[in-house]
């Protein structure tokens, strides 16, 4: 079993619609919490970071981490075909050998216009 | 530069050839990273360094992979006799901050995609 799981998708939805995006983990040590978006040919880039568990909001975006379900979410509210991306999500733990991240597999997310 | 570059950007090889991956991270940018994604996979890390010295290679798959950042600048990540199985895109990230990843501050390049015939 993998130490994070994510559904690669893929995932169609129209524009407007609101998307969860969802990632679970198995390693209780994770403490933060990131969200990546990588457009196709590109690097990943960062979306929202969050620490341990709560909400954050960004405009359209919000991250949501649930430490005691080792559960995390992004919600994207009134999807733009500009969204379609894959979505990563990535965390990693407080100190030590624990600083690189540890991702997901991704969501391949298409809007359609 | 103004992103992170690496070079080249594709790279095909035969089998058994020793191949070197180059990275120019983000000017002043203390933390390089090292990780490999398969195609639909999210990157897995691989090495990484705190100005030239390598902080972690438990990502590494054998010894067949170093990597070396001897000025704290620029970083080499080198596969001596290659195999299909390292077939995959390699990308590097910089971080202006040691706690780097933590804060999920790094900015990747494009990559390297290596191809082993």
């Known amino acids: 079993q993998k130490e994070v799981e994510q559904d690669p998708g893929p995932l169609s939805v129209p524009e407007g619609a609101i998307v969860s995006l969802n990632c679970t983990y198995s390693n209780s040590a994770f403490q933060y919490f990131m969200w990546y978006r990588q457009y196709s040919r590109k690097g990943p880039e960062l979306l929202m970071y969050t620490y341990s568990s709560g909400n954050k909001e960004d405009g359209r975006f919000t991250a949501q981490v649930d430490k005691s379900s080792k559960y995390i979410s992004l919600f994207i509210r009134d999807s733009q075909p500009s969204d379609s991306a894959t979505y990563l999500c990535?965390?990693?733990?407080?100190?030590?050998?624990?600083?690189?991240?540890?991702f997901g597999s991704g969501t391949q997310l298409t809007v359609l216009p | 530069g103004a992103g992170v570059s690496q070079s080249p950007r594709y790279k095909v090889t035969k089998r058994g050839q020793d191949v070197a991956l180059r990275c120019d991270p983000i000017s002043g940018h203390v933390s390089l990273y090292w990780y490999r994604q398969a195609l639909g996979q999210g990157p897995e890390f691989l090495t990484y360094f705190n100005y030239e010295a390598q902080q972690d290679k438990s990502g590494l798959p054998n010894d067949r992979f170093s990597a070396e950042r001897p000025e704290g600048s620029i970083s080499t990540l080198t596969i001596q006799r290659t195999e299909q199985r390292d077939s995959a895109m390699y990308r590097c990230?910089?971080?202006?901050?040691?706690?780097?990843?933590?804060?999920?501050?790094?900015?990747f390049g494009e990559g390297s995609r290596l191809t082993v015939l």
């Open positions: 990230a910089s971080s202006s901050s040691l706690a780097g990843a933590n804060t999920g501050e790094l900015f």
């Open positions: 990535a965390m990693s733990g407080a100190s030590g050998s624990a600083r690189q991240l540890t």
